[in-house]
């Protein structure tokens, strides 16, 4: 069972991120927002990183820059789950960092192959 960090403003966002992660046997660690998930970070080291990009205060593009950058967390796959699903948006991702995007919203099955790909 791997740790895996959920991260987004909306409860039912990650309510429903949790019971996929829940149900491939993981365990679901939880932030609100960007600086919460730095933080959440570096003291869990999850086994992967699933990132909303819309958030106040500190964007998810921030926040994976900011891990990336980081000894302690640039090792951890960072997966964009956003509804920023543009061309431009998923090269801007990419540039910060990030090891992979999926589009808001997305099935269960998509999240889960996605999740196999990056868990370590």
């Given at each position: ?18 019971k ?25 080291q ?8 819309v ?12 891990l990336?950058?980081?000894p ?7 997966v ?26 997305y099935t ?5 192959t996605?999740?196999r790909?990056?868990?370590?």
């Open positions: 069972m791997a740790k895996i960090l959920v991260v987004d403003d909306v409860q039912t966002d990650r309510e429903i991120l949790g996929v992660v829940v149900s491939m046997g993981h365990q679901p660690i939880y932030a609100t927002d960007g600086k919460q998930a730095v933080s959440a970070a570096r003291e869990t999850p086994a992967l990183i699933l990132l909303d990009v958030m106040p205060e500190m964007d998810g593009f921030k926040v994976c820059r900011t990336k950058a980081d302690l967390t640039a090792s951890i796959p960072v964009l789950v956003t509804s920023k699903g543009g061309e431009s948006d998923v090269f801007w991702g990419k540039r910060q960092g990030a090891d992979d995007h999926v589009g808001k919203p269960a099955t998509a999240m889960e996605v999740i790909r990056h868990a370590r």
